[in-house]
């Protein structure tokens, strides 16, 4: 019975204990970035390596995802709806859902695993060790300007693929379906609203926001040399990942739950 018990004092701690260690990260990352001067002169270098950087993969993401929505509208709908509804699905796919998330999905990737190495190598090579040696606070240098560059520009680079995945969507559904230009934007602007956009450009931020807080975790708890940085690179892209779905399935339920169009 004691072993029983032990046993499930083990499991708990061991599920409980990275909620409680990411909250108190979280809650230092706040409170270091009312140390504004210590972060903005940082925030441009990590804003161009983070997002501006990032915009040839949202774009190529979105050039293809347009096409392939528009086809895929196409076959779903046949001859039963006018083919003005392509145009309507294909903006609201691109717009509330595919955009930010696979946008995120592939940013995860590359700038999670960017900041992770990046901190990580910083770590294991004990250069975090003298900025705090010199009285330099690791996470208003190191962390806050890049979950700021993140959480800004994620939207940024998002609003750019929904912008391409809408034109390439355009181009699939004139040179492929048949589709006319006036049919398509017809349908595009029937049920457009302005939330489409707005419920899109917030849930992308918020994905930035988690996918820099995660990397930066995991570059700071880096350990074991080379084989460590690989390891948490790998770690912070997987969770990124999953944090991104659980995200997206967060504000689905919180912000379009009884939400419908007028």
Request: hydrophobic residues 55%; charged residues 15%; aromatic residues 8%.
């Amino acid at each position: 019975m004691i072993t029983q018990i032990s046993a499930i004092g083990r499991t708990t701690r061991t599920i409980v204990e990275p909620i409680g260690s990411g909250a108190r990260f979280v809650r230092d990352v706040f409170l270091a970035a009312r140390d504004v001067r210590s972060w903005v002169p940082e925030f441009s270098t990590h804003a161009r390596i983070l997002g501006v950087e990032s915009l040839p993969i949202g774009i190529f993401i979105a050039l293809f995802t347009g096409i392939v929505l528009a086809l895929l509208a196409s076959y779903s709908v046949g001859d039963i709806v006018p083919p003005y509804f392509v145009g309507t699905l294909v903006q609201k796919t691109v717009t509330l859902e595919l955009a930010p998330v696979l946008t995120g999905l592939a940013l995860a990737g590359r700038v999670g695993a960017n900041i992770a190495a990046e901190l990580g190598t910083m770590r294991v090579t004990e250069q975090i060790d003298a900025l705090e040696t010199l009285t330099f606070d690791p996470m208003s240098h190191l962390v806050v300007p890049r979950v700021v560059a993140s959480a800004a520009m994620f939207p940024i680079v998002v609003g750019v693929a929904m912008l391409v995945g809408m034109v390439s969507g355009w181009a699939a559904s004139l040179l492929l379906l048949d589709i006319s230009t006036p049919q398509f934007l017809k349908g595009v602007r029937i049920f457009f609203t302005s939330f489409d956009v707005r419920y899109g450009l917030v849930k992308s931020a918020s994905f930035g926001a988690a996918v820099a807080l995660i990397g930066c975790r995991a570059g700071l708890t880096t350990q074991g040399g080379a084989q460590g940085v690989g390891r948490s690179a790998t770690r912070a892209v997987v969770i990124s990942a999953v944090m991104i779905l659980v995200l997206d399935a967060f504000w689905a339920i919180v912000w379009l739950t009884n939400r419908t169009l007028k």
